[in-house]
């Protein structure tokens, strides 16, 4: 297995939830870490910059005392989100607070920098990049990336239109470390199955979003539990950058989500998601094809328990085998 051991010991399940613009904080980033699967959350959601640091001082200081607290327990690290995009006018002062207070992993989109890297190495954080197909995979390794989050097909938020079965079998064809697979996953057994693909970790962002901890509000949240995957539409209209929104949310934004025009690519802006009329990711709601196995609200610790039982579950079931005449 590529993860690291300091890193596999601390995690109950290999799953890394993914950084949600506006709805990953502290609650619930702390929520998954003491679950034992690593949280996340996007440095831009901290507003002002001040506040960035305040977290991250929470952070450290209430992980710390968990696993003081509790030594036997798994209790993963967390991971920040940096937009390396030069629409992000902020990414240097993010990265100056992740080195000053250590972020155990820092999680790059949009963009490699060798110099953000070398910024995370210099005190042995981990950088693992989101890529959608191999050309990025490549460009990520060359400026130094640890790891690799492969953004397939289904996945929610800017995702890539590759199918997991063909993006991860070529990524390991010239990459042994670790690697995350993101796309539809929702439940247990599509971790144990994102491992059988050659994936170390599965990336889960839109069943947190329903979570008690998430900073959604509620309709977002009812709506993701009501939501399947034919409610999911791929559009570039809202950044610039393609991704998949909800329907419902489009058409209650008053846009007819089935007759949509191309966004320009030249005026996205991450910094403050605006890219339409219509801004995601605050009155246009981002998810993944995955939420129809999302069924209910219920608080991330409990959410990952519900993982594990079904990882747990699905690894009895195919110890059992199979004899196929």
């Given at each position: ?31 998954q ?39 036997a ?23 100056a ?93 599509q ?8 994936a ?21 949240k ?12 791929y ?12 329907a ?5 934004a ?16 991450f ?50 085998g199979?004899?196929?005449?």
């Amino acid at each position: 297995m590529a993860i690291p051991a300091s890193l596999a010991n601390q995690l109950s399940i290999p799953v890394i939830g993914s950084p949600l613009f506006i709805i990953s904080g502290p609650d619930l980033v702390l929520a998954q870490c003491k679950a034992g699967v690593i949280g996340s959350f996007p440095s831009l959601n901290a507003r002002p910059i001040e506040q960035l640091e305040e977290w991250l001082m929470q952070l450290n200081t209430e992980l710390a005392a968990a696993r003081k607290a509790n030594p036997a327990a798994k209790i993963a690290p967390y991971a920040v989100n940096l937009i390396v995009h030069k629409s992000n006018n902020r990414l240097d002062e993010d990265l100056a607070l992740c080195v000053k207070y250590k972020a155990p992993i820092v999680i790059t989109s949009l963009g490699a920098r060798p110099d953000v890297n070398d910024a995370i190495h210099s005190y042995g954080g981990i950088v693992m990049h989101d890529i959608i197909n191999i050309v990025f995979a490549h460009k990520a390794l060359e400026k130094g990336a640890d790891g690799l989050i492969a953004v397939c097909t289904g996945a929610g938020g800017h995702a890539g239109v590759l199918s997991p079965f063909a993006l991860i079998s070529e990524i390991r064809e010239f990459f042994d470390g670790p690697l995350a697979l993101s796309g539809a996953i929702s439940n247990g057994g599509q971790v144990l199955a994102a491992q059988a693909l050659g994936a170390d970790f599965a990336y889960i962002g839109s069943a947190f979003i329903p979570t008690h901890e998430a900073r959604a509000v509620e309709g977002y949240k009812d709506m993701i539990v009501a939501s399947a995957a034919k409610d999911i539409i791929y559009s570039s209209l809202f950044t610039g950058v393609h991704g998949n929104y909800l329907a419902p949310s489009i058409a209650k934004a008053g846009m007819d989500p089935n007759n949509l025009p191309d966004g320009d690519k030249a005026t996205m802006s991450f910094q403050s998601g605006e890219g339409s009329k219509a801004k995601a990711w605050k009155d246009v709601w981002g998810a993944g094809q995955g939420v129809g196995g999302v069924k209910a609200r219920m608080g991330a610790g409990e959410y990952v328990a519900q993982l594990k039982r079904e990882y747990e579950a699905a690894k009895a079931k195919l110890s059992v085998g199979t004899v196929v005449a």
